[in-house]
């Protein structure tokens, strides 16, 4: 029995992680067609109908091309930060709070943390691995700002934390019944909303690929099957923030189409973003975490803080 349970969650996390594959290549077609119509053009429409086998298409190319690597890389962790990167971006997919057959823990908070602080030293070694200096110069600045915006999600985090009083997301559903918290907490869900754009290196904060002045940032070096995973790593974790975002503000999670609608909603609104607003200058990304971001955070976690004493 003990063996077969085991088959069963091994099973359910592999078609977890087909189901966000799958999910992240959609994604990246949505991104390319919403760009598209933004500038006034049609985006990929060639392949499928309306471009749908796109996606498809680019992974094949990326994986089947040659892989190339600087002489003077380090080759080995070179090679395999990207590797680690996805890989990371993939198990924080297994805190999804199914009801059903699954892995399901009370510190998925906690969990989720250190998985996103790990995520850090794979864009440093990328970076550094590399032995190139604008790859240096992407990893440092992508280091820097998902350092500083982590300390301020981590905040934001803590005041939901606190409204619920549990690490583990089933509650968030609980205890969302009648009011969303967003409706409570609309200045700090935007806060956010905005942190896990530059934790997830999406424009305007997208220093670490700043064109401009790094060419394309940490990963300028990698081609074909190491460029791919990185990218995929990224939009999984766009795809995963915004699961987040609904599971804090906006209902929880419940196995219902709306769910995967408010999901697909505030995916489409990372896009949104980056079609509409220019790069923001670098000292300022740095001044908005430090002495904005901080300190409202701090702030709204001391008033609901009060909230649940006056309770008790």
Do not use: H
């Not at 590797?83 to 709070?97: E, Q």
């Not at 009370?106 to 691995?129: D, E, H, K, Q």
């Not at 032995?131 to 440092?140: H, I, K, M, T, W």
């Amino acid at each position: 029995m003990m063996n077969m349970d085991l088959l069963l969650i091994i099973l359910g996390i592999v078609i977890m992680i087909v189901g966000v594959l799958i999910g992240v290549a959609f994604l990246t077609l949505l991104e390319r067609k919403v760009l598209g119509y933004i500038q006034i053009r049609k985006g990929p429409n060639k392949l499928g109908i309306m471009g749908i086998l796109q996606p498809f298409s680019d992974a094949i190319k990326l994986f089947t091309k040659e892989q190339i690597y600087p002489k003077y890389s380090n080759y080995m962790i070179y090679y395999f930060s990207p590797v680690v990167s996805f890989v990371l971006s993939l198990i924080i997919w297994t805190l999804i709070p199914y009801y059903f057959n699954f892995i399901s823990f009370n510190l998925g908070i906690l969990f989720f943390l250190c998985c996103t602080s790990m995520g850090v030293y794979t864009v440093m070694i990328a970076g550094w691995s590399s032995n190139s200096n604008y790859a240096l110069l992407g990893g440092l600045r992508a280091v820097a700002q998902t350092i500083s915006y982590e300390v301020s999600l981590a905040l934001i985090m803590m005041s939901s934390i606190i409204m619920i009083m549990s690490f583990d997301m089933k509650k968030f559903l609980d205890y969302q019944e009648l009011i969303w918290f967003i409706f409570l907490m609309m200045p700090l869900s935007l806060c956010w909303l905005s942190s896990s754009l530059a934790e997830t290196n999406r424009t305007p904060f997208d220093f670490a690929e700043g064109e401009s002045e790094l060419v394309s940032g940490f990963n300028i070096e990698y081609s074909s099957g190491g460029f791919a995973l990185i990218f995929l790593a990224e939009y999984s974790s766009i795809l995963f923030m915004s699961m987040l975002f609904v599971l804090f503000y906006m209902g929880g999670f419940n196995l219902s189409i709306f769910f995967y609608l408010k999901l697909v909603f505030i995916s489409f609104m990372f896009i949104w973003v980056r079609g509409t607003l220019p790069r923001y200058r670098y000292d300022k990304l740095m001044y908005l975490a430090w002495k904005s971001y901080l300190p409202i955070s701090l702030n709204f976690m001391m008033l609901f803080i009060g909230f649940k004493i006056m309770l008790i």
